[in-house]
């Protein structure tokens, strides 16, 4: 009669077990067992009971660990576009671009596309180098026609600001 009454109260409070426990959940089940463990405490189920009780705050521990470390890592890459963004602020093109590259090339991850996003910056900014370049060599071709060596070298000058690695500037 004890082990039948042990069963039954263990039936129940396993129907209490879900994948999710909560504090609340786990005194539920503590207090379900509280009957049968007057009447045996070593039971085997009373055991399986409070083991699988231990393994799922456990494995929901973990989950959890795991996905601060996950939401971690997704804010440092966040964190790697927002510094690139305030350096394109700064206006300098080609910080610019290293410090989008340090997004592009990261490992960390990217649930909100700020890999892409920084390819697609990248892009534009180097898309307006090209065009600002050009428009730089043209004056000073323009100005060398006009024999005027001055305005020539000023504006090349000022092509070498906005992109001191450019050689045909050079």
């Not at 390819?119 to 043209?138: F, N």
């Amino acid at each position: 009669e004890m082990e039948e009454k042990i069963i039954s109260i263990t039936t129940k409070c396993r129907s209490l077990l879900s994948k999710q426990v909560s504090a609340e959940q786990s005194k539920k089940i503590d207090e379900c067992l509280a009957p049968a463990m007057v009447l045996n405490p070593e039971h085997h189920a009373i055991l399986d009971i409070k083991a699988r009780l231990d393994q799922l705050l456990t494995e929901q521990i973990d989950r959890k660990e795991k996905l601060d470390e996950y939401l971690a890592l997704v804010r440092k890459h966040k964190n790697l576009f927002s510094k690139a963004q305030e350096v394109e602020k700064q206006g300098n093109f080609l910080e610019t671009i290293k410090a989008y590259e340090v997004v592009v090339s990261s490992k960390l991850p990217d649930p909100q596309d700020l890999r892409g996003q920084s390819r697609s910056k990248v892009a534009s900014i180097q898309q307006d180098l090209a065009e600002q370049q050009s428009t730089q060599l043209r004056l000073s071709e323009e100005a060398l026609r006009k024999n005027d060596y001055k305005a020539a070298v000023m504006v090349l000058k000022k092509a070498l600001k906005i992109n001191p690695d450019n050689e045909s500037v050079k």
